[in-house]
């Protein structure tokens, strides 16, 4: 099984702040990476897919990259809106997605 | 307009069953893998299974395998999830999500999920 560590659990940060997730898999991903944003109540949004294409609608604020098995979400430049829970998501095989357990990031 | 509208959630005892439910409609349902992704309260996500577009090939997480089964009504754009041998460890909000093949079959679209409480 691929095991997908997220880092942090839990980010303060402050409007205007340019802040970054970190994602880790346990073994080669192909680059086959996914971030989504999930609010209190409310289904995940997808935000990233591919490592690093941004999906129509999707503010460039957001960008995704990496390679190998460290990925990263990076926000650059925080709005209000954007407080919220992240998760990565590897698809590297049909036969096992998995998700990281996500990354909250709240108002400082 | 994409939807995805789950239904068949509620209460049961364990070891008890449940069919979910997703009818898709704004997209051409057979041109896409389907999954299954749930989460538990106040937990992270966890995807649960996959079906390929014509119920060839399916996939799950081994929590739930020999006791879940996907399928999928092509005729009818509905997918479906039965759960058997239920646990309060299943209990969950249940998502059906469509994967989109020109991302590599990420879930690009979700529904707003069913909720399926295990408990006696």
């Known amino acids: 099984d691929i095991q997908m560590t997220q880092s942090p659990s839990t980010l303060s940060a402050s409007v205007g702040d340019r802040v970054t997730i970190t994602c880790r898999a346990s073994q080669s991903i192909s680059g086959w990476l996914a971030w989504y944003q999930q609010k209190p109540g409310k289904a995940p949004k997808l935000l990233i897919y591919?490592?690093?294409s941004l999906e129509s609608g999707v503010p460039s604020r957001f960008s995704g990259s990496g390679s190998g098995t460290e990925f990263t979400l990076t926000i650059s430049c925080l709005q209000p809106d954007d407080f919220a829970t992240y998760y990565c998501q590897q698809y590297s095989s049909y036969s096992e997605y998995s998700f990281g357990r996500g990354t909250k990031l709240e108002i400082k | 307009e994409v939807q995805l509208v789950e239904s068949g959630g509620g209460l049961v005892q364990p070891g008890g069953s449940l069919r979910l439910s997703c009818g898709a409609s704004g997209f051409t349902f057979t041109d896409y893998w389907m999954s299954w992704i749930r989460q538990a309260p106040g937990k992270g996500l966890e995807w649960v299974a996959n079906i390929k577009q014509d119920g060839s090939e399916k996939y799950y997480v081994d929590s739930v395998k020999g006791r879940f089964t996907i399928s999928r009504d092509n005729a009818e754009n509905s997918l479906y999830l039965q759960m058997n041998s239920l646990s309060p460890g299943d209990t969950a909000m249940y998502y059906c999500a469509r994967d989109r093949p020109d991302y590599g079959d990420t879930s690009d679209y979700w529904g707003q999920g069913a909720l399926v409480t295990v408990s006696s």
């Open positions: 591919k490592t690093s």
